[in-house]
C-alpha cells in the first residue's frame, strides 16, 4: 500500500523539479506564437505587407498547428515525452528563426503555417506528460501553476519585443524585427536540447526521486488509469469521435475564444480613452497580472474539493460577464476593472478545464484526446479574434464585438453543467447495477 507520505513527497519533487523547466518552455512557446504582432510594427512596411495580407498570415499558424496536433501526440504516446517534446522545441525554434528571412507575404505564410506544424502538440503534450508524473487530486494546481506562464509572457513579452526592435535595429545589417524573430527562437532550441537533459519518460528513470517515491507515484497513476478502464474508458478511435470529449472542445473553444479577445483588443479598448502608447501599454497589462494570481488558488481550490465542474463553469460566466462590461464601460477605471475580473474569469477556467479530459481518458487515447480538444480550441484563437473584426467590420463597434464573443463563454459554462448532471446520472445508474 502506498504511503500517503511518501506520495506527497514524491510529487513535491515531481513539482519542485519539473515545474519550472515547463514554465519556460510554455513561457518561450506562447511568445514565438504571438511575437509576429510585434514584429508587424516594423515589418509589414519594409515586406509591404497590408492589414489583410497580415491577418491572413498571422491566421495561417493556426491552421498548421490544428492539422497536425493530434498525429503529434499520438507519436508523444509512441515515442516517448522527452524524446518528442525536445523534437517539437527544436524544429519551432529553427522555424521561426527562419522568419527572420522572409521576403514578403507568401514565404512568411509558409513559414508561419511550418511553424504551426512545428509547434503542434506541444502544449496537449506537456499536459499529456504530466498526467504520467502528477495524481489526478493534484492536477488543478498542477497545470495551473504551468499555464501561469500565459499571462506572464503577456505581461513581459510585450517589453521584452519592444526592447529588441529598438535597440537592435540595423545591428549587423538586420532590421529590428529580425533580431525579433531571431533573439526569441532562439532559447527554444536550447531549452529543446535541454529537454533530453532534465525530462524523463516515467518516473521510475528520475535519478532525483527514491525507488518508493517512483513507485508511489507509478502505482497511484496506475491504479487511477485501472478505474478509468473499468468505469468504461475508451479507445483511440472512441476518443476522436467521444461525444463527452466532442463537448469538452466546444467548451474550450469558448473559454479560448475569450481569451484570445481579451488578448488581442483590450490595448485598443484601452487607446479608446486617450491614452499613450506607453501609458496603454502599461494599463492593459494590468488584467494579465490579475489573472496570473488567480490560476494556482483556484486550481487548489478545485482539488481541495475534488470538484471540477463549477470550478469550470463558474469562472467561464464570470469571465462573459466582466467581457461585457468591460466593453461598454465609459469610464477607464470602471472599464478596467470589469477587463480585469474577465480575466480573473477566464484564467480560473483555463487550467482547471483540462483536469475533465484527463479524468476521462488514458493511454493513447488520452493523447489523442487531449490533442483535438486543444486543436478545436485553438481554432476559437483564430475565429474569436477573427469574429470581432469582421463583426467591426459589419458596422458594430469594438465593444458590442467583443461582447458578442462572449456569448461563447457562456455557452462553455452551460455545457459544462450539463456534461456535470450527464455524468453524475451515470454514476447513479452504475451504482443500481446489481
Same mark, same amino acid.
Given at each position: !500500500?502506498?504511503? %500517503? ?42 515586406? /509591404? ?6 491577418? &491572413? ?31 517539437? !522545441? ?8 527562419? !522568419? ?20 503542434? /502538440? ?18 488543478? #494546481? ?20 519592444? &526592447? ?119 494599463? #492593459? ?9 488567480? !490560476? ?29 462590461? /468591460?466593453? &461598454? ?23 482547471? &478545464? ?29 475565429? /474569436? ?17 467583443? #461582447? ?29 447495477? %446489481?
Amino acid at each position: !500500500m502506498t504511503s %500517503p507520505g511518501i506520495l506527497q513527497q514524491a510529487s513535491r519533487k515531481v513539482r519542485r523539479r519539473l515545474l519550472p523547466f515547463l514554465i519556460v518552455c510554455y513561457f518561450i512557446s506562447y511568445l514565438d506564437r504571438v511575437n509576429i504582432g510585434f514584429a508587424a510594427l516594423t515589418m509589414n512596411a519594409d515586406l /509591404g505587407i497590408g492589414p489583410e495580407a497580415f491577418g &491572413f498570415v498571422a491566421g495561417i499558424f493556426f491552421l498548421g498547428y490544428c492539422l497536425f496536433e493530434v498525429p503529434s501526440n499520438i507519436a508523444l504516446a509512441r515515442f516517448g515525452a522527452r524524446l518528442w517534446i525536445a523534437r517539437i !522545441m527544436i524544429t519551432w525554434g529553427l522555424v521561426s528563426m527562419a !522568419m527572420a528571412f522572409v521576403t514578403g507575404p507568401v514565404s512568411l505564410a509558409v513559414t508561419r503555417f511550418l511553424l504551426g506544424a512545428a509547434e503542434a /502538440g506541444f502544449f496537449p503534450g506537456i499536459i499529456y506528460y504530466l498526467t504520467r508524473w502528477v495524481p489526478a487530486g493534484e492536477r488543478a #494546481a498542477t497545470v495551473s501553476a504551468f499555464m501561469a506562464a500565459v499571462p506572464v509572457s503577456a505581461l513581459i513579452g510585450a517589453q521584452v519585443s519592444g &526592447f529588441i526592435l529598438d535597440a537592435f535595429a540595423d545591428v549587423g545589417g538586420l532590421k529590428g524585427w529580425q533580431w525579433l524573430f531571431i533573439l526569441e527562437a532562439a532559447p527554444a532550441v536550447l531549452l529543446g536540447l535541454a529537454a533530453l537533459v532534465v525530462l524523463k519518460d516515467e518516473p521510475k528513470d528520475a535519478p532525483w526521486l527514491t525507488r518508493e517515491e517512483a513507485n508511489a507515484l507509478t502505482s497511484t497513476i496506475a491504479a487511477e488509469d485501472s478505474a478509468r478502464k473499468n468505469a468504461g474508458d475508451i479507445t483511440l478511435r472512441q476518443a476522436l469521435t467521444e461525444p463527452r470529449v466532442l463537448a469538452l472542445s466546444l467548451v474550450y473553444f469558448g473559454i479560448v475564444a475569450g481569451l484570445y479577445s481579451l488578448t488581442f483588443w483590450t490595448p485598443q479598448i484601452v487607446k479608446a480613452f486617450g491614452l499613450s502608447n506607453t501609458a496603454t501599454g502599461l494599463i #492593459a497589462a494590468l488584467p494579465f497580472l490579475a489573472g496570473a494570481l488567480v !490560476m494556482y488558488p483556484w486550481g487548489r481550490s478545485s482539488d481541495r474539493r475534488a470538484e471540477r465542474i463549477w470550478h469550470v463553469a463558474l469562472p467561464s460566466f464570470v469571465g462573459a460577464a466582466g467581457l461585457i462590461a /468591460g466593453t &461598454f464601460a465609459t469610464q477607464p477605471a470602471w472599464a478596467m476593472a470589469a477587463l480585469t475580473v474577465a480575466a480573473l474569469g477566464i484564467f480560473a477556467a483555463l487550467p482547471t &478545464f483540462w483536469t475533465l479530459p484527463t479524468a476521462l481518458l488514458s493511454g493513447t487515447a488520452a493523447a489523442a484526446g487531449i490533442a483535438l480538444i486543444n486543436s478545436i480550441g485553438n481554432i476559437g484563437g483564430f475565429a /474569436g479574434p477573427y469574429a470581432v473584426g469582421w463583426l467591426k467590420g459589419a458596422g458594430l463597434d469594438t465593444a458590442s464585438a467583443v #461582447a458578442a464573443i462572449s456569448a461563447l463563454m457562456v455557452l462553455s459554462g452551460v455545457v459544462v453543467l450539463g456534461a456535470g448532471r450527464a455524468q453524475a446520472r451515470r454514476a447513479a445508474s452504475a451504482s443500481q447495477l %446489481p
